[in-house]
């Protein structure tokens, strides 16, 4: 065999090989799955919930204990975000690369710090998570430290693909620092804009944006906005100045349109997580999209700063 031959000999051989096997992951929601997306495009991915389901409470229904028993790595929320349904998926699926303390399970909320961490919860509280606020998914400045962190997750369990890992890291975590430089600057103007909300679903970006979410419909968190509440929101002063009511696509619309009628204030209905529709098909699409429809509320435009016109 000439040496034409053998290098030809090679290629082919190199091209019949099995293509490595993609990595499997499961995503208990949307946003880690895009995550997951951006870090290792050809990943197989399965998602547990969508937009319009509330991430608190889904059934561990036969199509996610094979998804879960099947997956390489399971990317989760944590923080008790998960804790209704999470547990049983996990002992039903008996993947023994997916259990607690196996590099196969990763939480979000435990690679960075939590907002409001509580050290005491009972039943009266209501459904608190008493690791603290796990909604993170939102929030400008905790996502890249969780990018970060799933990317050395991956390495460690897909040590062939480090290097485009790496990479698309990289080139992740340098779009987002754009993209927050832009939120930065569109947002100046939300600074303070009190608004009413349902949940924590948004609060960690509302914080970020310096947006005032002190009114909540519901009473205690987790627990669904009851009558007698409602008509304490109603009576509170501060509902005078709010702008809007801001709640997630997958929460019950009827308090906020009720309060609505009483006050006129306007109902915003925004998707709580990546959705499979152009322009909240990504995290920061979606960070920029909510962002965007908050600002349709505040009329006044910011002061311009050393303006001399
Ligand atoms: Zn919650």
């Known amino acids: 065999m000439d040496f034409k031959q053998h290098i030809t000999g090679v290629i082919l051989g190199l091209a019949m090989m099995p293509a490595q096997a993609a990595l499997n992951v499961f ?8 995550l997951v997306r951006a870090l290792v495009p050809n990943a197989d991915i399965h998602t547990a919930t969508a937009a319009r389901q509330d991430p ?44 607690p303390g196996k590099p ?7 690679q960075v710090t939590l907002h409001q961490p509580h050290d005491h919860v009972d039943r009266s509280m209501g459904d608190v998570h008493p690791e603290g606020d796990p909604h993170v998914h939102l929030d400008p400045q905790r996502v890249p430290e969780i990018v970060d962190a799933l990317a050395d997750r991956l390495i460690e369990l897909a040590p062939d693909h480090s290097n485009m890992i790496r990479l698309r890291q990289l080139q992740w975590q340098v779009r987002w620092k754009l993209s927050t430089a832009q939120w930065q600057e569109a947002a100046a103007n939300l600074k303070g ?21 002190a009114i909540d419909l519901e009473p205690k968190p987790g627990l669904p906005p009851s009558a007698a509440h409602l008509r304490k929101v109603l009576s509170d002063p501060s509902l005078q100045t709010a702008k809007l009511v801001l709640i997630a696509t997958y929460q019950d619309e009827r ?55």
């Open 104 to 110: 196969g399970l990763f939480f979000a909320t435990e």
């Open 193 to 213: 804009m009190p608004i009413a909300v349902q949940h924590a679903t948004f609060g960690y970006l509302l914080r970020w944006l310096g947006v005032d979410a």
């Open 27 to 34: 995503a208990c929601e949307p946003e880690w799955a895009d």
């Open 255 to 309: 308090p906020a349109r009720w309060l609505s009628e009483q006050t006129g204030l306007p109902v915003e209905v925004l998707p709580g997580t990546v959705t499979d529709e152009a322009g909240t098909d990504s995290l920061a699409n979606l960070i920029s999209h909510i962002i965007e429809r908050l600002q349709q509320y505040q009329e006044e435009s910011p002061p311009e700063v050393g303006s001399h016109g």
């Open 56 to 99: 608190h409470y889904i059934e561990a229904r036969p199509s996610l204990i094979a998804a879960m028993r099947r997956a390489d790595l399971a990317v989760c929320t944590g923080a008790s975000l998960e804790a209704g349904w999470l547990p049983a998926l996990i002992s039903r699926a008996s993947n023994r690369d997916i259990q």
